[in-house]
């Protein structure tokens, strides 16, 4: 869920950025300096040279370590975009308007082009769709060899740019056809970007700024710090449709290497600018981060979530254009680059080139991190001290994790009477065979071992969510109790309780909802079917605050007697640790904290594993710098205590884990040795379901 600021607030925060352009400019480094080889980089600037290349700027840990143009070329000297446009002009305003709540990525685009409505196929696609090269319109190119202006019918007008109603836009809503199922994959489409900018506009008719242009001068452009003289976009056209300013976005577009390159800086730190959030953190992740349907695409960004090219981290992205233009951003190197020229190679749109003549001695040439030692230092310390019990924890190779159901995440679970694990994802497909229709939150059983375990998708009419991507109500929570499951969710205004008694197959939801703090709650699971319990009550924990976005100071704990929990009035709170045993309350407003670690409360699982006697907590860190969070990159924790409410010592603590551990994990005890000491970490990293086996070692 975004947090959606108000619009003077919007103001404010870009007048004060307004008020920092002159604070900040590139400063320049020497490669070694910032853990890369100059040798390298020389080579890469030969190599480029020698094909086509107008610019080439590298910029690694926020310093230009290299920069190079040609003789007819110059660091103020603006060059074409072509395509780069849909990520930088198309991508980039629908974060803005993700951040002002105007709109939201599983709308239907019929919600902004009514005559889409009595349509069968287009009234199906939605914007992450048009944004993703998956809605099925049609491309304006033919097979990316027949020259734009030998185009003829409505490929042709689609590039001569007449005006109005033969211009792009009334083109591409009117004459261009679908030719698939809308999400069944992909195909890149020119009029599609055309047509998501098209939705963003009729989104901002009640807005300051009307058109895209003005819109990415006011919210974007000025306040990160961009000279007028220095980009242009849109072909320097307007187009005015039904009352509507459009400006083109999938190509049109003029910027200097660094100004393309302070986009790459913005959308590297997460929408801030030097302490000013110009676009919200999570907007920033659903326009970079793979869009969940085929292809290797997010929201006009390209990326390589699914390994596209393997030498280049997964968490790259990157906006590309005809004649290979390219800004590419690589959040786990702190790296951004930008090239600019011709083709690199006569085959005009041979994309590949791309990689081999670029992204690969690019990362080739990353000798490692600046300043190790230094970083180290400066890193955030574990909050609780080192566990006498578990006093370290070998993880399995990586390359032996074990991930399934591309796509989703969340996946809390728990252990059922029937033997089998019961889970729930959001904003994705399920297991394979993967359904068609994108979940918020969909339903799984998880049958069998660790190494070997089957996932079936299970379809519920009363307790699917579909669509809505951050705003879409989601799984948090899964325990069963006496053949009882019970569902918690967040995104529901807060979060809400359902529960079913027929393993899964239909659900009763309360009717009421946690109202303060308890955004994010999660239960404390036992092992089968709540065997092993401490006593007679369920255990509820949650970061301290009303959703599940913004990270909070500490997490409080709740407990339900395990016959009551549908039951609100039944609920108490901890308060503080008194004694040997802790103080309740029934009034929440007297809460307390179990578990503090500030700015680092985010999402979290927690089971008992009854081999050791300890009850096991993983918590997500969020200090990852990549915008799309740890699920590519970043740390977590694991805390062990002898008890529901600690006290807490640390048996693992990570700021960077060597994959991404995603945003959600826990140690599942069906999973777990008779001895605890081999468990299985379940979490969300690269958006899979993923498995990887642990030995913990555990003091005699």
Same mark, same amino acid.
């Given at each position: 869920?975004?947090?959606?600021?108000?619009?003077?607030?919007?103001?404010?925060?870009?007048? %004060?950025?307004?008020?920092?352009?002159?604070?900040?400019?590139?400063?320049?480094?020497?490669?070694?300096?910032?853990?890369?080889?100059?040798?390298?980089?020389?080579?890469?600037?030969?190599?480029?040279?020698?094909?086509?290349?107008?610019? %080439?700027?590298?910029?690694?840990?926020?310093?230009?370590?290299?920069?190079?143009?040609?003789?007819?070329?110059?660091?103020?000297?603006?060059?074409?975009?072509?395509?780069?446009?849909?990520?930088?002009?198309?991508?980039?305003?629908?974060?803005?308007?993700?951040?002002?709540? %105007?709109?939201?990525?599983?709308?239907?685009?019929?919600?902004?082009?009514?005559?889409?409505?009595?349509?069968?196929?287009?009234?199906?696609?939605?914007?992450?769709? %048009?944004?993703?090269?998956?809605?099925?319109?049609?491309?304006?190119?033919?097979?990316?060899?027949?020259?734009?202006?030998?185009?003829?019918?409505?490929?042709?007008?689609?590039?001569?740019?007449?005006?109005?109603?033969?211009?792009?836009?009334?083109?591409?809503?009117?004459?261009?056809?679908?030719?698939?199922?809308?999400?069944?994959?992909?195909?890149?489409?020119?009029?599609?970007?055309?047509?998501?900018?098209?939705?963003?506009?009729?989104?901002?008719?009640?807005?300051?700024?009307?058109?895209?242009?003005?819109?990415?001068?006011?919210?974007?452009?000025?306040?990160?710090?961009?000279?007028?003289?220095?980009?242009?976009?849109?072909?320097?056209?307007?187009?005015?449709?039904?009352?509507?300013?459009?400006?083109?976005?999938?190509?049109?577009?003029?910027?200097?290497?660094?100004?393309?390159?302070?986009?790459?800086?913005?959308?590297?730190?997460?929408?801030?600018?030097?302490?000013?959030?110009?676009?919200?953190?999570?907007?920033?992740?659903?326009?970079?981060?793979?869009?969940?349907?085929?292809?290797?695409?997010?929201?006009?960004?390209?990326?390589?979530?699914?390994?596209?090219?393997?030498?280049?981290?997964?968490?790259?992205?990157?906006?590309?254009?005809?004649?290979?233009?390219?800004?590419?951003?690589?959040?786990?190197?702190?790296?951004?680059?930008?090239?600019?020229?011709?083709?690199?190679?006569?085959?005009?749109?041979?994309?590949?080139?791309?990689?081999?003549?670029?992204?690969?001695?690019?990362?080739?040439?990353?000798?490692?991190?600046?300043?190790?030692?230094?970083?180290?230092?400066?890193?955030?310390?574990?909050?609780?001290?080192?566990?006498?019990?578990?006093?370290?924890?070998?993880?399995?190779?990586?390359?032996?994790?074990?991930?399934?159901?591309?796509?989703?995440?969340?996946?809390?679970?728990?252990?059922?009477?029937?033997?089998?694990?019961?889970?729930?994802?959001?904003?994705?497909?399920?297991?394979?065979?993967?359904?068609?229709?994108?979940?918020?939150?969909?339903?799984?059983?998880?049958?069998?071992?660790?190494?070997?375990?089957?996932?079936?998708?299970?379809?519920?009419?009363?307790?699917?969510?579909?669509?809505?991507?951050?705003?879409?109500?989601?799984?948090?929570?899964?325990?069963?109790?006496?053949?009882?499951?019970?569902?918690?969710?967040?995104?529901?205004?807060?979060?809400?309780?359902?529960?079913?008694?027929?393993?899964?197959?239909?659900?009763?939801?309360?009717?009421?909802?946690?109202?303060?703090?308890?955004?994010?709650?999660?239960?404390?699971?036992?092992?089968?079917?709540?065997?092993?319990?401490?006593?007679?009550?369920?255990?509820?924990?949650?970061?301290?605050?009303?959703?599940?976005?913004?990270?909070?100071?500490?997490?409080?704990?709740?407990?339900?007697?395990?016959?009551?929990?549908?039951?609100?009035?039944?609920?108490?709170?901890?308060?503080?640790?008194?004694?040997?045993?802790?103080?309740?309350?029934?009034?929440?407003?007297?809460?307390?904290?179990?578990?503090?670690?500030?700015?680092?409360?985010?999402?979290?699982?927690?089971?008992?594993?009854?081999?050791?006697?300890?009850?096991?907590?993983?918590?997500?860190?969020?200090?990852?710098?990549?915008?799309?969070?740890?699920?590519?990159?970043?740390?977590?924790?694991?805390?062990?205590?002898?008890?529901?409410?600690?006290?807490?010592?640390?048996?693992?603590?990570?700021?960077?884990?060597?994959?991404?551990?995603?945003?959600?994990?826990?140690?599942?005890?069906?999973?777990?040795?008779?001895?605890?000491?081999?468990?299985?970490?379940?979490?969300?990293?690269?958006?899979?379901?993923?498995?990887?086996?642990?030995?913990?070692?555990?003091?005699?």
């Amino acid at each position: 869920m975004f947090r959606v600021l108000s619009p003077c607030l919007l103001l404010l925060s870009a007048s %004060l950025a307004l008020g920092q352009q002159a604070r900040f400019d590139w400063q320049t480094a020497q490669p070694a300096g910032q853990g890369m080889s100059a040798e390298k980089l020389q080579a890469l600037q030969d190599s480029l040279a020698a094909k086509n290349t107008k610019a %080439l700027l590298v910029i690694r840990n926020d310093r230009i370590v290299w920069e190079w143009y040609a003789a007819d070329h110059s660091a103020t000297k603006t060059h074409y975009t072509a395509s780069m446009a849909k990520a930088l002009v198309g991508g980039v305003a629908v974060g803005v308007a993700l951040t002002d709540g %105007l709109l939201n990525l599983d709308d239907p685009a019929a919600k902004y082009i009514p005559e889409w409505k009595g349509d069968p196929l287009k009234s199906k696609i939605t914007l992450r769709q %048009l944004g993703s090269h998956s809605s099925g319109v049609e491309d304006a190119e033919v097979d990316n060899i027949i020259p734009h202006d030998q185009l003829t019918g409505w490929k042709g007008d689609f590039w001569k740019r007449l005006p109005v109603p033969n211009d792009p836009f009334t083109v591409s809503r009117d004459k261009a056809p679908v030719l698939f199922e809308p999400g069944s994959k992909s195909a890149y489409s020119n009029p599609g970007i055309a047509l998501l900018t098209y939705c963003t506009t009729v989104a901002l008719k009640d807005a300051p700024h009307k058109d895209v242009r003005t819109l990415l001068r006011e919210r974007v452009m000025r306040p990160i710090g961009v000279p007028e003289n220095e980009w242009s976009i849109g072909y320097g056209q307007t187009s005015t449709v039904a009352g509507v300013p459009l400006v083109g976005s999938w190509g049109g577009g003029n910027y200097t290497a660094r100004t393309a390159a302070r986009i790459g800086r913005l959308m590297l730190r997460g929408g801030n600018w030097d302490g000013q959030q110009l676009l919200a953190e999570d907007a920033v992740r659903e326009i970079t981060s793979d869009a969940g349907f085929p292809g290797p695409w997010a929201i006009g960004w390209w990326t390589n979530n699914s390994g596209l090219y393997p030498k280049l981290p997964k968490d790259a992205f990157w906006a590309a254009g005809a004649g290979n233009q390219i800004l590419l951003v690589v959040p786990s190197l702190q790296l951004i680059a930008v090239r600019n020229g011709g083709n690199l190679s006569p085959a005009r749109e041979d994309r590949s080139v791309v990689n081999t003549f670029l992204f690969e001695p690019l990362v080739a040439a990353v000798t490692g991190q600046v300043g190790e030692a230094r970083q180290s230092a400066a890193k955030p310390a574990a909050p609780y001290p080192p566990s006498k019990l578990i006093v370290g924890i070998e993880w399995a190779p990586k390359e032996s994790i074990v991930r399934k159901a591309k796509g989703g995440d969340n996946w809390p679970l728990t252990w059922a009477d029937d033997d089998h694990q019961y889970t729930a994802y959001g904003d994705g497909f399920g297991f394979e065979p993967q359904i068609k229709q994108k979940l918020s939150l969909g339903l799984c059983r998880v049958e069998g071992g660790p190494a070997n375990f089957t996932g079936i998708n299970l379809r519920s009419e009363t307790a699917e969510k579909k669509g809505e991507g951050m705003h879409g109500q989601k799984a948090s929570g899964l325990l069963m109790v006496d053949g009882v499951l019970y569902l918690l969710t967040r995104n529901a205004s807060n979060a809400q309780l359902a529960w079913s008694k027929d393993h899964g197959q239909s659900w009763i939801w309360a009717d009421w909802k946690f109202t303060t703090s308890f955004g994010c709650p999660t239960f404390l699971n036992f092992g089968k079917n709540y065997a092993g319990a401490r006593d007679e009550f369920v255990y509820v924990y949650s970061p301290d605050g009303p959703n599940a976005y913004e990270p909070a100071n500490q997490w409080v704990l709740a407990r339900v007697p395990k016959t009551r929990i549908t039951e609100q009035a039944a609920y108490e709170y901890f308060q503080k640790q008194g004694g040997e045993t802790p103080v309740w309350t029934q009034n929440i407003d007297q809460r307390g904290g179990v578990f503090r670690n500030p700015g680092n409360c985010y999402r979290s699982g927690i089971t008992y594993n009854a081999g050791l006697k300890r009850y096991l907590w993983c918590q997500i860190l969020t200090t990852s710098t990549h915008p799309q969070g740890p699920r590519f990159q970043g740390g977590f924790g694991i805390y062990d205590a002898p008890q529901p409410w600690g006290p807490w010592t640390t048996a693992f603590y990570t700021t960077e884990w060597d994959v991404g551990p995603g945003e959600t994990s826990s140690l599942p005890t069906k999973w777990m040795s008779a001895d605890g000491r081999t468990v299985h970490l379940a979490f969300s990293g690269d958006d899979y379901f993923s498995v990887r086996q642990a030995k913990l070692n555990v003091t005699p």
